[in-house]
T-cell receptor, first 113, second 115 residues
Framework: AQSVSQHNHHVILSEAASLELGCNYSYGGTVNLFWYVQYPGQHLQLLLKYFSGDPLVKGIKGFEAEFIKSKFSFNLRKPSVQWSDTAEYFCATLGKVSNRLAFGKGNQVVVIP | DTEVTQTPKHLVMGMTNKKSLKCEQHMGHRAMYWYKQKAKKPPELMFVYSYEKLSINESVPSRFSPECPNSSLLNLHLHALQPEDSALYLC??????????????FGPGTRLTVL
């Protein structure tokens, strides 16, 4: 089954710092990759997704991610974070047949004003 | 309308109670999902419905009973729950075909506390 792994589960940084969260996926042929964000007390929101095409994906709220096939990676980036980016970030991949969405363990990001 | 709604937002129940969680979407999605999420953990898939038929049951205990009355509604019936079942229960929906449309839209969840 396809799966993703996330590292550095707890990230603390100051406002205006750059953020990069790693996500590695297991090889399974076709890829469907997502980054979701969950702000404190709120529901999961889709930041961006990749199915095919341009490997540099632009998402909402100034986030982007780059799909690098040779590294099996789909890392999330934001050049300059704000306090409001404090949240839990989940990478996920979708099963080809079952619509089963497999999440990574998540990154808890805290931005200090 | 790109919204998945869930009711109630919060639910407190005893171990002998029977209650139901409700989920609704009007995006024309024919796949609907129940997830369970513990604090600081990723969502865990419980059930998947496709075209109103149960297609995946992730070995969920029978005290959780899903129901899909029609293409817009999804219920989760709860009976004889345990305190460890306390969690955020998320509903999601998606299209069923075409890779580009398999994005899952999540509802705000029901925060369940079992006493």
């Amino acid at each position: 089954a396809q799966s993703v792994s996330q590292h550095n589960h707890h990230v603390i940084l100051s406002e205006a710092a750059s953020l990069e969260l790693g996500c590695n996926y297991s090889y399974g042929g076709t890829v469907n990759l997502f980054w979701y964000v969950q702000y404190p007390g709120q529901h999961l929101q889709l930041l961006l997704k990749y199915f095919s095409g341009d490997p540099l994906v632009k998402g909402i709220k100034g986030f982007e991610a780059e799909f690098i096939k040779s590294k099996f990676s789909f890392n999330l980036r934001k050049p300059s974070v704000q306090w409001s980016d404090t949240a839990e970030y989940f990478c996920a991949t979708l099963g080809k047949v079952s619509n089963r969405l497999a999440f990574g363990k998540g990154n808890q990001v805290v931005v200090i004003p | 309308d790109t919204e998945v709604t869930q009711t109630p937002k919060h639910l407190v129940m005893g171990m002998t109670n029977k209650k139901s969680l409700k989920c609704e979407q009007h995006m024309g999605h024919r796949a609907m999902y129940w997830y369970k999420q513990k604090a600081k953990k990723p969502p865990e898939l419980m059930f998947v419905y496709s075209y109103e038929k149960l297609s995946i049951n992730e070995s969920v205990p029978s005290r959780f009973s899903p129901e899909c009355p029609n293409s817009s509604l999804l219920n989760l019936h709860l009976h004889a729950l345990q305190p460890e079942d306390s969690a955020l229960y998320l509903c999601a929906s998606s299209h069923t075909s075409g890779r580009a449309y398999n994005e899952q839209f999540f509802g705000p969840g029901t925060r369940l506390t079992v006493l």
